[in-house]
Every structure is written in C-alpha cells, then in structure tokens.
C-alpha cells in the first residue's frame, strides 16, 4: 500500500498545521475525561477524531457554498450523522483487522510516513523534525500516529481484498449501452388549426366555468415570498465617481495591443521534407494536377493540423514578406519557415486595427468608472453592517446610504430586476421570516441585504379575474380535440399500410433519435412517446396549437465497436464497476458491525456538538 492510502491519519496532521496556521478557527481540544465517542467492537472511535472530521465536513461545505453555515443547518443537511457513518465504518474495518490478526511490520510503516509529502523537507526527504513538530501540532504522540496509521493500512488490506478487481459483466454493461444508443427513426406530420375542415365551437359559461373548475391547479397562483430588499450596484453610481485624464491614459496604454493590432492573416501552413519536394507539390499545384486541400490529404494531414489561424508579420519569420503580399486564396512558396520549406495558403486578410485615445476614451472610461464604483460600494460593506447591527431597517438604508429600496414578490424561476442575480435567489430561496438582514454580495461589484415580510401561499384565483385565460385554454383544448377527432381517419389509414400522403397528410422523416434527443420542432413528450412505441406503431402527440401524427419506422442499435461506442462502453464499465465496488464495501461494513457490535456516546456526542454552536 502507497502512502496515499492513509490519508486519514496524515490528514489530521495536515489540518492541524492549517487550523493552528488559521489562529484555530474555533477549534477547541476535546481531552479531557471523554475520549471516544463510540466502539465498534474493541476498536474506539476517539472524539478528536470525530470533531476533526465533523469540522473539515462543515468547512467543505461552507467553501463551497460561499456562505456561513450554521451548525444548525449542518444538523438539519445531516453532516454530523455523515461524518459518524463514516468514522464508523472506517473503526468497523480496523476492528476486523484486529481480529483476523492482520497487520503491517515496522519496515512498511515507517516506508509509509517516510513518503507523506507533509512530513518531508525542501529536498523531499523525510524531516525528522519537521515530522516531530507536525505531530505535537496537531495533538497527536508519535505513537498515537503510527498506530492510527498501522490500523489503517491493516483495515485498507481487507477492503482491497472486497472490491479490488471487480468489473461489471459484459451483458449488464450492453444492455445499458443498447438502452442508451438504441435509435429511432419516425414519419410524422403536424395538423395545426389551418387543417381544420370545421369550425371550432364557441364555449358558452358553463362550458368555461365547468373547465375552470376542472383545471383549478392552472389557475393558482404559486407559493410566494414578499421580500423587501436593498441593494447598490455599481451602474446606481457611475455618475458619482470621477476618472481622471491620467487613468483613462494609463488604461489605454495598458491595452494598446488590444486597441491596435497589425494587419493579420489567417494562413495554413503545409510543410514538406526538403525542397525538392516542396518545389515539385507546387509544380502540380501550378499545373492543376492537385489543389492545396489535395497536397495536405497526400501528407496524411487535416486542415486542421496544417492551420495556423491569425498572424502577423513577424509571426511569420523569413515567410512573412511573401505571406503578407498575397491576397486571400493564393498560395504562396515554397518558402523557407522554421519547420523546413512549406506551401502557405492565405485564406483571409485581417485589416490592421487602429483605435486612438480619443476613440477608446468612452469605453475606458465606462471600464474604469464601474470599477472605482465596486471599490466605493465595498468601501461601504462594514458601516452597512454596523447600521443593520444598530437597529437600522433596509427602509432606512435607502435614506441614510447609497442603497436602493425596493419589494418583490419573488418566487423560482423569477429573473427580472435584483431577481436576475444568482446571489439573490440563492438566498431569497433560504431566508426565513425573523432572519436578520446582512449585507451580502450581489455579484458584479454589487451588494445587497434583504428581508422576508411574509410567505405567501398558493392561492386559487377567482374565476371572474382570470376568465380571459380560461377561454384562452378551452380554446387550446378544443382546438386539440377537434384536430384528434379529424386525424383518427388518416390514422386508421396509415395503420392499415396507406402512406402519410394517402392519408392526407405532409410527411417529415428523422432518424438517428436517441432517448437523449430532441426533435425541435415537436412538443416536449415526443421523445417518451417515441420510445414507448413498436416499429409500426402508429399514435399522436398533442403539442401547444398543433397535433403531431408519428409512425415508427426503425429501431437500431448502432455498431458496438470503435470510436464514440468504445468510449461509452469504458465508462458505463468503470462506473458499474464503482458500483458495485462500493455496494461490496458497504455490505462488509454493515456485516462487521452486526457482528462486532455498534456503541455510540451521545453524551460524548453533544459535548462535540457544543463546540460548533
């Protein structure tokens, strides 16, 4: 086993040295009386190690969120009981280590921490003392480690024995590979109101309060939350900040090459061995034997690898003189290059690019004044605070600051005005009502602070405020049926054998449907509908104002070898494989438990648990 394998023990030393580098964070040492926080069999599971492994848990969580996490949340999202499945199983597998007798000798321990990269100094040899130090930072004896790390690499030996070498079988991987490549090809047509041979009807009020009432769901309104938000961005500002001749002239000298460029040419460079050879692709170019895209296939080459994209002169070296009289579409050489003797095809010419001060001024300035403004309103972050911490309201930030107040009634998949930034929906969608408004960034340079006045449930509109919508959805009903009713004609007649055209009907083709395509132009339960039908079938599928009749004419799987397939084949086997490596693991574990026994100290627990409040 290679040192990465006790990545456990070595990582408690590694966070130690971060959280002692970090002034602690908030970590308090547990000795003490309490020492563990449950067995497994004989094997303890020591509290250190719980509270190490709950507290990189949160701070995972919080690095990837962006946002403090309350250890209230945490228990809420279930982090601590994570953290303790795993330590217990980890604890399963050392204590039937234990038990079977299994173990690693001196010379395999002390090879294992010798290659631990935190423990080896600037010439990457073992530091003794360095390994010293890191251990008493961390809280751990010599001992105390090597033991830990002796119980794991024992622990990781049996594990290896459980899932090493498992691979998924061969009829359990095609048949996923079928699901997923199998293909479809269709005939279809649309019928859309234009097709109707007959009026539709006119709905009379029972006829709309009857439908109304059937479809109560379509018209309640969704759950939604009335917030109260304010907010500053830096565009609320520009007017405000100043930018002065001196910056706008260092910016612009800052991008000069950005504001003018040289004239540039899209090349292709074919490249031959020697001269001669050169000389004699362009005597049959010049003869029309061969065309340049004829020279490059010859070399057993791709456009793509003999294509340079834009350059400029320089770029070109000893070629460039010749590349940069040519127009787009001659071919000019051969010509001596870095490579050796080459045919270089100038396929477009890039005019030079020239924009003065006065031009680039606007932008500039635009540029600079939005960035100024993000550091006056970040300026402005910590005195925001300490009004809200004061007793400020988000009403009174709009009098006293540069804030601007506002109310939405939000709810998901809203993205208009302050609703269009990530930041706020994220946390619109987690405030509660009596949460405390804190300025947080909006994105952009950007701030915000909100607060939750009032959750609104669905609510089923009356009947007389939104009886426009209904006859809009009758119609639409209507419209369906009456197109359904007209096409089981041509339907019967296709099933029959007839063609759409017998049937009268426009047929489309389109084939190469896969369960993850998508026909653009159908509704959205086309492909489901596909996929649930035989080769020959034939059925509808009612879209928005139009009804699509669709026949099955093919089912194929593509070849299962080479290329795209091969690929796929590899990764539903690895994944499988995964699958049932972990699915092992957790049997054993489950089964090591049941045998040897679980105990959990709450108390123990809760005493952990009141270090993160």
Do not use: C
Request: aromatic share 6%; hydrophobic share 40%; glycine share 10%.
């Amino acid at each position: 086993m290679r040192a990465k394998s006790i990545s456990k023990s070595a990582m408690w030393v590694l966070m130690g040295l971060l959280i002692l580098g970090l002034g602690g964070f908030g970590v308090t040492n547990l000795g003490g009386g309490i020492t563990r926080v449950g067995t497994v069999g004989d094997t303890a599971i020591d509290i250190n190690d719980y509270s190490r492994a709950l507290r990189q848990e949160v701070n995972a969580a919080v690095a990837a969120s962006g946002q403090p996490l309350p250890f209230s949340q945490a228990q809420a999202e279930g982090l601590p009981q994570r953290v303790l499945s795993r330590l217990v199983s980890t604890a399963a597998f050392e204590d039937e280590a234990a038990r079977m007798g299994i173990s690693v000798g001196d010379a395999t321990l002390g090879r294992q921490i010798m290659e631990i990269p935190g423990f080896q100094g600037v010439d990457g040899q073992f530091d003794r003392e360095g390994y010293r130090f890191a251990l008493e930072r961390a809280g751990l004896s010599e001992s105390e480690f090597e033991e830990d790390v002796r119980a794991e690499t024992a622990s990781t030996l049996i594990q290896g024995a459980v899932i090493s070498g498992v691979s998924a079988p061969d009829a359990y991987t095609n048949a996923i590979l079928d699901y997923i490549a199998e293909e479809r090809a269709v005939t279809f047509a649309s019928l859309a109101r234009s097709d109707l041979s007959t009026g539709l009807p006119v709905p009379t009020d029972e006829d709309l309060q009857s439908f109304y009432e059937a479809n109560i769901p379509l018209f309640t309104t969704p759950e939604t939350f009335a917030i109260t938000y304010a907010w500053l961005t830096p565009e609320m500002i520009l007017d405000e900040v100043e930018v002065d001749e001196a910056a706008l002239r260092e910016a612009y000298d800052a991008r000069e090459e950005e504001f003018n460029q040289p004239e540039r040419r899209l090349v292709e460079r074919l490249v031959y061995p020697d001269a001669e050879a050169a000389e004699a692709a362009r005597a049959r170019l010049n003869a029309g034997g061969a065309d340049f895209d004829a020279l490059v296939e010859e070399r057993g080459l791709t456009l793509q690898d003999v294509d340079l994209g834009d350059v400029d002169k320089s770029e070109m070296g000893a070629a460039g003189d010749a590349v940069f009289s040519a127009t787009a579409g001659d071919v000019v050489g051969p010509v001596e290059t870095d490579l050796g003797p080459a045919l270089i095809r100038v396929n477009a010419v890039l005019e030079a690019q020239e924009t003065s001060f006065e031009e680039a001024e606007p932008e500039l300035r635009d540029a600079l004044a939005i960035d100024r403004a993000a550091r006056v309103i970040e300026g402005q972050v910590e005195s925001t605070n300490d009004l809200l911490a004061g007793g400020a309201t988000l009403e009174e930030l709009g009098d006293e600051t540069q804030m601007e107040t506002g109310t939405i009634d939000w709810r998901p998949g809203m993205s208009e005005g302050i609703a269009g930034y990530a930041n706020f929906r994220n946390a619109a969608a987690e405030v509660e009502v009596g949460d405390f408004p804190e300025v947080m960034d909006l994105g952009s340079g950007g701030i915000f602070a909100l607060r939750l006045d009032e959750v609104k449930e669905p609510e089923v509109q009356p009947f007389d405020a939104v009886r426009e919508e209904v006859a809009q959805a009758w119609s639409r009903d209507a419209l369906i049926e009456a197109l359904r009713a007209q096409a089981e004609e041509a339907v019967e007649k296709i099933e029959g054998g007839a063609s759409f055209e017998e049937a009268g009907l426009t047929p489309r083709e389109a084939g190469g449907i896969t369960r993850q395509g998508f026909q653009g132009s159908t509704p959205p339960g086309t492909i489901p509908t596909i996929f649930e039908m035989e080769t020959g079938d034939v059925t509808t599928v009612a879209g928005d104002a139009q009804l699509y009749v669709i026949r099955l004419d093919d089912v194929s799987v593509p070849e299962g070898n080479g290329g795209e397939m091969d690929a796929i084949r590899g990764s539903l086997q690895d994944s499988a494989a995964n699958d049932i490596a972990q699915d092992l693991y957790q049997a054993l574990a489950e089964d090591i438990r049941t045998r040897a026994g679980i105990t959990i100290d709450q108390q123990a627990i809760a005493a952990v648990h009141a270090n993160f409040q």
